[in-house]
T-cell receptor, first 113, second 110 residues
């Protein structure tokens, strides 16, 4: 079965530093999603990537999809305390519309002020 | 719009008790989902409903039942709770791949 592996599992960065989180799939990625979860709350959609080589940005967060490597990366520039939380990647198991999305275990980000 | 709402937020059950988790969305989405989140395992799909009147099993359906009451509401029932069902449960609905999540229900089974 398809699995998504995220790295690192947790990350502590100083405010203002850049960081990257990776998500690697064991199978072909049909759609890749990034979500942020604040501790004790639900998930908030960040970005969706579908095409190989696609790159999207939202404020200081940029996500890229490398379809050949079956990998996506999430890059945060000049991190702030508001970026702290759990980042999860999700992927469609097939190309039939996303009814069965699988998720990685998440990366816990802590930002030191 | 309230988005996706879930009740209750917290629940403690004894082994063998039953309960229903409620979920409602006001975004007119066709598809709704139930996930459980356990430490180190991410989110796992329990059941989903592609549209009103249909439900299908996800990755971990054993011990659960669902009802898509109407387009807005999708409930999850535990008939006989077990300690292995201690988890945080999330309901979600979908618009063009983007899933909107509820705040979650933290369930403890003792």
């Amino acid at each position: 079965s398809q699995e998504l592996e995220q790295s690192p599992q947790s990350l502590i960065v100083q405010e203002g530093k850049n960081l990257t989180i990776n998500c690697t799939s064991s199978k072909t990625l049909y759609g890749l999603y990034w979500y942020k979860q604040k501790y004790g709350e639900g998930l908030i959609f960040l970005m969706m990537l579908q095409k190989g080589g696609e790159e999207k940005s939202h404020e200081k967060i940029t996500a890229k999809l490398d379809e050949k490597k079956q990998q996506s990366s999430l890059h945060i520039t000049a991190s702030q305390p508001s970026h702290a939380g759990i980042y999860l990647c999700g992927a469609d198991k097939d190309n039939t519309g996303g009814f069965k999305t699988i998720f990685g275990a998440g990366t816990r980000l802590f930002v030191k002020a | 719009n309230a988005g996706v709402t879930q009740t209750p937020k917290f629940q403690v059950l004894k082994t063998g008790q039953s309960m229903t988790l409620q979920c409602a969305q006001d975004m007119n989405h066709n598809s709704m989902y139930w996930y459980r989140q356990d430490p180190g395992m991410g989110l796992r799909l329990i059941y989903y409903s592609a549209s009103e009147g249909t439900t299908d099993k996800g990755e971990v359906p054993n011990g659960y039942n669902v009802s898509r009451l109407n387009k807005r509401e999708f409930s999850l029932r535990l008939e006989s709770a077990a300690p292995s069902q201690t988890s945080v449960y999330f309901c979600a609905s979908t618009r063009v791949g983007e899933q909107y999540f509820g705040p979650g229900t933290r369930l403890t089974v003792t």
